[in-house]
């Protein structure tokens, strides 16, 4: 099983461009989210979709949207990087199981440095 | 609002002695899940337990143990005989049992600990 599949896993860009992480899961899981991780900061939540066509925000999501047109699919765009997003990314997913949610499971994680 | 409190930042333990992580939580609700996860130097991020709010049975699973203190709200994570192969960052994470927040995790700001050989 492939679980839950992040690219790129490395990815530097300049200040101002854009570009979108990609993150993908097999499970049929209805919940999907992403994270940040910064030195010092452990891992916070930047948006997450509890299913095709929901999203939310989280506790940091200036300067990122997402959206989720399928279950298996949500994506993390970045439209003008800044170098205060230099951070290792993190999706995860999730499913509920009698009205709760299981763990979650990670992604490998995307390190992205703004230049 | 949720928070989980790490306070040790860095540990090092040489090998095979015993090491407790701890992990202090702050929540309003009555009922919650409470996480492990570890995160060796290859970066991913590894799921150890989850335990519900309503058990407070203390766990083990071969070298690991797990004290949940619902009074003190507290779920310190307990190494025995440590290895090299146990350095990581591990983080204590919070949840919500139903609804809206049942899957957005509160992590704490992690322990990185390293065992010396």
């Known amino acids: 099983n492939a679980g839950v599949t992040q690219t790129p896993k490395f990815q530097v860009l300049k200040t101002g461009q854009s570009m979108t992480l990609q993150c993908a899961q097999d499970?049929?899981?209805?919940?999907m989210s992403w994270y940040r991780q910064d030195p010092g900061m452990g891992l916070r939540l930047i948006h997450y979709s509890v299913g095709a066509g929901i999203t939310d925000q989280g506790e940091v999501p200036n300067g990122y949207n997402v959206s989720r047109s399928t279950t298996e699919d949500f994506p993390l765009r970045l439209l003008s990087a800044a170098p205060s997003q230099t951070s290792v990314y993190f999706c995860a997913s999730s499913y509920s199981r009698q009205g709760a949610s299981t763990e979650a499971f990670f992604g490998q994680g995307t390190r992205l440095t703004v230049v | 609002a949720q928070k989980v409190t790490q306070a040790q930042t860095e540990i090092s333990v040489v090998e095979k002695e015993d090491v407790t992580l701890d992990c202090v939580y702050e929540t309003r609700d009555t009922t919650y899940y409470l996480f492990w996860y570890k995160q060796p130097p290859s970066g991913e991020l590894v799921f150890l337990i989850r335990?519900?709010?309503?058990?407070?049975q203390n766990e083990i699973s071969g070298r690991y143990s797990w004290n949940f203190q619902k009074s003190t709200s507290s779920f310190n994570f307990t190494i025995t005989a440590s290895q090299v192969v146990d350095s990581a960052v591990y983080f204590c994470?919070?949840?919500?049992?139903?609804?809206?927040?049942?899957?957005?995790?509160?992590f704490g700001k992690g322990t990185k600990l390293s065992v010396i050989p």
């Open positions: 335990r519900n709010s309503f058990d407070e």
């Open positions: 994470a919070l949840s919500r049992i139903s609804g809206a927040g049942s899957y957005q995790l509160t």
């Open positions: 499970m049929n899981h209805e919940y």
